[in-house]
C-alpha cells in the first residue's frame, strides 16, 4: 500500500512521458510475469484458491498509469504460471480499496454463503481520501471472485489514518478468525479475532521490532514445519513489509519466527534484533501468501509486487506500469545459525521451459566469454567455483551496450546485482547495486537466475538469499557473457529459454 506521504506528493506530480531512449523497452513486456494490460497495478491483495483457481487481485487504477483511484483489479490461474485478467473486482467508492485478505468461509460463519456454497469474503482497509481514515471493510463473492459486494466497515479506530492492510486466516485450534493488521505509521502489528469475520476483538500487539520505517506495511502470518528441526517442530513466520529504510534501500520486506497461540505472536528465543530480510534487492515488496490452498498440496506460495515506492510511478513502461514476482514457495529451516526461510520459483513455472542448452566446466577469466543463453526470457541454473577469482560476474548487455550484473565477490562473502549502468537515467533513486550475504568459505556457490526482458529474480543456495531487481535497458536484445576478475574460476550452467505465459485477457 502506498505510503500517504508519497501519494500526496505523487498526486501533484505529472509523470513524464517514456524517454525516446526507453521507447524500445517500453514494448517489451515480462512474458512470464503477471502484470495487467495497461494501467497502473501495486501490491498483490486477496491470494486466494477456490474451485480449481488461483485468485490474484491487486491494487489497480482503471484511470491511468500512475497510483490512484485504488480499486481490486483480479485476475486468475490453473496454474500460478499462466495468468487470465479479469475486470476490476472491488470498485472504488467513497473509499478506495486498498490492500487487504480473501477467504474462503467454508463453515458460512459470516452467513453470506448461498445455496449451500460457501462465499469468498475480503477484508480490505477502506481509505477516505477526504479524512485520510483508515478502517477495514468487508464484501463477499458468491460467483468464484467475479463480483463482490460490499457488506461495509467492520473495524476501525476512530479517525487513525494509518490502520491497514488487513492479514485474515482462520486458526484452526481457537476454531476462529484471525486478523492481523497495521498502525502503519508507530511499526506495530495488531492481532484481532472474530467469530463471523464481522466483529472484531483486539487481543495484543506486536512491534516495534526489527526493521523500522515511516510505515509498516502488508503483514502475513502462517505456520510452517521446520527443516533440521526437532521432530514434527512447526514454527510461526511473521512477514511485514516496510515503505522505506528496507536493505535494497527503498521498499522491502522482513520476517519474524516464533510461536502464535490464537491471540498473541512471540518470537523465538535468541531471535535477532537486527531485520531479517525476505529479499535483498529493491523490487520485491507487499509480499502475501495464498489462503485456502487446495488440500492435497501442503506448500505455502506467495507473490510480491516487483517493484520499490522510491522510484514506482516513475518507472518507464508504457502503458501498463507495474508487474508481479512469479510465484514462490517458502519454507523454513533450522540450521546452527537459527531459523531462516527459503524460497524457490514455484515448480509449476518449468512448464514455460523450452529446450536446455548447456556449458559444461566453462573456463572464466578476464577475456568475456559468451554464454547460451538466448534473448532475455530465460531460466539459469549454475554452479560456479571461484577458484583463483577474486570476483566473478554474468553480465546482461542489450543494444545499445548498457549492462545489468549479477555476481559474485568471495573474498566479501556476497552475491550481488549491479544496475548502476542497467539502462538510461530515469530517476535518482534507481541505479544502485545491492548485495546479499553469502557464505562463500568453499569459494563455491549455486545460482538459480530468472530473467524476463525487464526484471531478475537471483536464488541464491537453493533460495536462502534471493534478491529481486528490475531494470530498463535502452533498447535492443539481451545478450549473456561471463567474466572472472583476478584469477579464473569455472562454471556448469543449463539455461531454458522461456515461453510467455498463456493468455492475459
Not at 469468498?120 to 471493510?137: F, L
Not at 479506530?157 to 502503519?184: Q, S
Request: proline share 7%.
Amino acid at each position: 500500500m502506498k505510503k500517504l506521504a508519497i501519494i500526496l506528493a505523487a498526486a501533484a506530480v505529472l509523470v513524464p512521458a517514456v524517454p525516446a531512449a526507453f521507447a524500445q523497452q517500453a514494448d517489451e513486456r515480462p512474458g512470464y510475469h503477471y502484470g495487467p494490460a495497461q494501467n497502473w497495478m501495486n501490491d498483490p491483495n486477496g491470494l486466494v484458491y477456490y474451485d480449481g483457481e488461483y485468485h490474484l487481485f491487486y491494487q489497480y487504477n482503471p484511470h491511468g498509469d500512475r497510483w490512484g483511484h485504488m480499486n481490486w483489479g483480479h485476475a486468475v490461474s490453473p496454474d500460478l504460471v499462466n495468468w487470465k485478467e479479469l475486470p476490476v473486482a472491488i470498485p472504488e467508492t467513497d473509499v478506495m480499496a486498498f490492500s487487504g485478505t480473501a477467504v474462503i468461509d467454508w463453515k458460512n460463519t459470516s452467513g453470506f454463503g448461498k445455496n449451500g456454497k460457501p462465499p469468498m469474503i475480503a477484508i480490505y482497509t477502506g481509505h477516505n481520501p477526504k479524512t485520510e481514515r483508515q478502517s477495514q471493510y468487508l464484501a463477499y463473492s458468491n460467483d468464484r471472485g467475479r463480483t463482490f459486494t460490499i457488506h461495509g466497515e467492520v473495524l476501525s479506530k476512530g479517525e487513525e489514518k494509518h490502520f491497514r492492510d488487513p492479514k485474515v486466516f482462520w486458526h484452526e485450534p481457537t476454531k476462529r478468525w484471525v486478523m492481523v493488521v497495521l498502525l502503519a505509521a508507530a511499526n506495530t502489528a495488531e492481532i484481532y479475532t472474530s467469530s463471523d469475520l464481522k466483529d472484531w476483538t483486539h487481543r495484543s500487539s506486536f512491534g516495534p521490532a526489527g526493521g523500522r520505517g515511516k510505515f509498516w506495511e502488508c503483514p502475513d502470518l502462517f505456520e510452517l514445519p521446520v527443516e533440521g528441526g526437532a521432530p514434527g517442530e512447526k514454527r510461526w513466520v511473521l512477514s511485514i513489509n516496510l515503505g522505506d529504510n528496507a536493505v535494497g534501500g527503498g521498499s522491502g520486506g522482513q520476517y519474524f519466527v516464533g510461536d502464535f497461540d490464537g491471540e498473541k505472536f512471540t518470537t523465538v528465543p535468541g531471535w535477532p534484533s537486527a531485520p531479517q530480510w525476505m529479499d535483498y534487492g529493491a523490487d520485491f515488496y507487499a509480499t502475501i501468501s495464498w489462503s485456502d490452498m487446495p488440500k492435497s498440496d501442503p506448500r505455502r506460495v506467495w507473490m510480491g509486487w516487483a517493484n520499490d515506492w522510491n522510484y514506482a510511478n516513475f518507472i518507464p513502461t508504457y502503458p501498463a506500469r507495474g508487474i508481479m514476482t512469479v510465484a514462490r514457495t517458502v519454507a523454513l529451516r533450522k540450521t546452527g545459525e537459527g531459523y531462516h526461510i527459503l524460497q524457490a520459483p514455484v515448480r509449476e513455472l518449468a512448464t514455460l521451459r523450452g529446450e536446455p542448452r548447456r556449458a559444461s566446466a566453462l573456463t572464466l577469466s578476464e577475456t568475456p566469454v559468451a554464454l547460451p543463453v538466448e534473448g532475455g526470457k530465460a531460466d539459469i541454473e549454475l554452479e560456479l567455483d571461484t577458484g583463483t577469482a577474486d570476483q566473478v560476474s554474468i553480465a546482461l548487455t542489450d543494444g545499445q551496450g548498457w549492462q545489468t550484473r549479477i555476481g559474485v565477490n568471495p573474498t566479501a562473502n556476497e552475491v550481488f546485482v549491479d544496475r548502476t549502468r542497467s539502462g538510461p537515467h530515469f530517476h535518482d533513486g534507481f541505479a544502485n547495486r545491492h548485495v546479499a550475504p553469502v557464505d562463500l568459505k568453499s569459494r563455491k556457490v549455486k545460482l538459480r537466475v530468472l530473467a524476463d526482458e525487464s526484471i531478475v529474480e537471483v536464488f541464491v543456495n537453493d533460495g536462502r538469499q534471493t534478491i529481486t531487481d528490475r531494470f530498463y535497458r535502452g533498447g535492443g536484445q539481451l545478450t549473456w557473457s561471463a567474466t572472472a576478475r583476478g584469477g579464473k574460476a569455472v562454471m556448469n550452467l543449463t539455461a531454458w529459454p522461456m515461453r510467455s505465459m498463456g493468455s492475459r485477457e
